[in-house]
């Protein structure tokens, strides 16, 4: 508790264990320096953009979008709105949120602000150092994600900054062909959040969040620490 205001880390520590989309190096590290031998510590660290608790830019399935390092540091802190679908679809890994599950929420909760970023409680966070459990079998990419009649609307009608969620991806893992990324949010320059944990510890509405990236120059996204905080 910070003056009143608690602090929860949303993020996957970073390192060679964690699960990646398939066919993506792990992180990788080298220690090259030591105290006992050269008076400090340091190593070189290597990883793919999309390693672990990460940001996509606009950039990540637009070309010509926004880079990760021209993304507005002001976009970076948002209200957020968290929706939790995990008891209604259970271990179904073809799980959506749906537009009714919109609906639900604002009937129980309130409208959702313009600008949120909207985050997206699978359940699948109790999973993620579980390869096959997080991410499916091999060659059967298979997780819960944003259906696309709800995300157009979260878009469209909400004004959304960025989306979130607690899986390897906003689209479901079925969904070969990215239609959240590739047709509703990247188009009109809206981040993402992937691999979020501790979403349950958030109420639906009045958490803030604070998303720090690396401003890699021409990326397509960085790995991220996410901080939510809770008046």
Same mark, same amino acid.
């Given at each position: ?12 520590? =970073? ?29 070189? &660290? ?73 985050? @997206? ?7 993620? #150092? ?32 960025? =989306? ?15 239609? &959240?990324?590739?047709?509703?949010? #990247? ?5 993402? @959040?992937?691999? @979020?944990?501790?979403?349950?510890? =958030? ?7 604070? &998303?720090?990236? =690396? ?10 620490? &996410? ?5």
């Amino acid at each position: 508790m910070l003056n009143g205001v608690k602090v929860i880390d949303l993020t996957i520590p =970073l390192g060679e264990g964690i699960v990646m989309w398939p066919g993506a190096q792990a992180p990788e590290a080298e220690t090259v320096v030591t105290v006992a031998h050269d008076g400090y510590f340091a190593r070189r &660290v290597s990883f793919f953009e999309h390693s672990g608790t990460h940001f996509d830019a606009p950039c990540h399935f637009i070309e010509g979008q926004t880079t990760v390092d021209k993304v507005p540091v002001a976009s970076l802190v948002r209200p957020a709105a968290v929706i939790d679908i995990a008891g209604r679809i259970g271990d179904d890994a073809d799980g959506e949120l749906l537009l009714e599950d919109v609906r639900m929420f604002e009937e129980a909760n309130g409208r959702i602000p313009d600008g949120s970023a909207v985050l @997206l409680r699978t359940g699948w966070e109790e999973f993620n #150092h579980d390869e096959r459990r997080y991410a499916g079998a091999p060659g059967d990419l298979r997780f819960p994600g944003f259906g696309v009649e709800a995300a157009k609307f979260l878009v469209d009608e909400r004004k959304i900054g960025g =989306l979130g969620t607690d899986t390897l991806g906003i689209d479901p893992g079925g969904a070969t062909h990215f239609p &959240v990324h590739s047709q509703v949010t #990247h188009p009109k320059g809206i981040w993402h @959040l992937e691999n @979020l944990q501790n979403l349950k510890l =958030l109420p639906p509405l009045g958490a803030w969040i604070v &998303v720090g990236v =690396l401003p890699l120059i021409g990326g397509s996204g960085s790995p991220a620490r &996410v901080i939510a905080l809770l008046p």
